[in-house]
């Protein structure tokens, strides 16, 4: 195992370092919001520590905006609730009926979702109009995040990705989250001849086909078969249905790991075990053991592949078959370095996957399985501890992000390198700054005795 976990962090241990690490983060959020023209586009990473927009596919808006959200959830400032809620209202109603992305749960679990969250939960009071008016939005994120979907027959699909019907991505697997919702609401998806299409069903098809095509179990399905390898995109052909080859937008080769591909599995997959054992609890109409089973196994892979393949404080390269690792003598057996020469790591991958290994360690614990529970746990907290500090915060108020040395696009060439440097690094983006803040509120409501935080729960106002 490549990370030292250190199991002597706690998460009131950490209690100092997230205080102080949100009021970093207040102002980094105000200073962006005075000063990004939304004509300009959403945006999405920096170039020498000023935020830019990049053209691809519009999925980090709801992050910004999101960003202020969970800044109130943390401290309770009113000014960062009023400016989440604004910028929602006036910003993110074509993300509800965008048709064209599988980013749903990204821009509106972000911000509609967190609104009525927080307001659920009491954090904020809010009219029984604005929290139908949240309700109704996911609702309808839900129902047309289901409707982009290519059948692979045998009752099986998945919900296609930008690049077209063939690809399925597992980034996706988060976007999950807009059906689990809209699902709780008591929607579904209407097609032709009036036909109703239950939106769990999407949600269940869709893990079944990712967890089968975009991770590996070492079952020599080639001759790369590792457990916990995980794809960013599986082929399929659309004539037939069936799975084709693997492929990678951003990751070096289909037939090596991209991190932050990884991290999303590790995460979704937890948010998912979460949600599944809810819904079931509460109908009992519904019976899932062998998909929770299933989930069980790949979030066991995918988590101790990361945590064979990171260094030592938790941090991995931007993929692990990277073609010049082998230039980094040793490079898993010690802390990460994002100012080698050689390879960029992506701090943003350990951001996410911190998240899931938190999750995990709640979800084992549930099911009494003490073990796992506390090797995931203390795997989320250590990782956290490191992102929390030097060289990954980034506590220059001239910088606009929060968390550094994050990557994008390297394949394309996307990410800013500084002058002096070989190699991507000092930079961030805005899934990075935003999913940082997720693990530290995660953490921080823990620390405070407060209630779990979960995309599914509450929805609906408690009744007096």
Known sequence: MALRIQEEIQAKSLRPKLEAFFDLAGKKIAVLDRSWQAGNGSPVFTVAGKYTARGWTDWTQGFQYGAALLQFDATGDPAMLELGRRRT???????????GV????FNNISTYGNLLRLACEGKY??????????????????????????AIGDEKGYIYSFNGPHSL???????????????????????????????????????????????????????????????????????DGQFRCPSSQQGYSPFTTWTRGLAWAICGIAEQLEFIRHLTSVDAGVSAQPLLAELEEAALATADFYLANSCRDGIPMWDTG???????????????????????????AAAIAAQGFCRLGKYFAS??????????????????????????LSTNLKHQGLLLHSVYHRPRGWDHIAKGQRVPNGESSMWG?????????????DSRGESWMQFFQPLNVPTK
């Open 89 to 99: 209202r006036e910003f993110m109603a074509p993300h509800l009926t965008h048709f």
């Open 102 to 105: 599988h980013d749903h749960g």
């Open 125 to 150: 009071q809010a009219t029984a109009e604005e929290i139908q008016f949240y309700q109704l939005a996911l609702k309808v994120s839900g129902a047309i995040q289901a409707s982009r979907w290519t």
């Open 169 to 239: 991505f597992i980034d996706t697997i988060r976007s999950l989250r807009s059906l689990a919702v809209s699902h709780l609401l008591g929607h579904y998806l209407t097609v032709e001849g009036d036909r109703r299409i239950s939106l769990f069903s999407r949600l269940q098809q869709h893990l079944e086909t990712t967890v089968r095509f975009n991770i590996y179990f070492g079952e020599n399905r080639d001759a790369y078969d590792l457990p916990g390898r995980t794809v960013h995109e599986a082929i399929f052909n659309t004539n």
């Open 322 to 348: 990277a073609p010049h690792l082998h230039r980094l003598d040793n490079f898993l057996e010690t802390n990460s370095n994002p100012f080698n020469d050689w390879e960029p790591v992506d701090s943003s």
């Open 367 to 392: 099911r009494k399985k003490r073990s796992l529970a506390g090797k995931y746990w203390s795997a989320g907290l250590t990782v956290a501890n490191t992102l929390l500090e030097a060289p990954y």
């Open 433 to 445: 700054d935003y999913h940082l803040m997720e693990l530290a509120l995660l953490l921080l409501r």
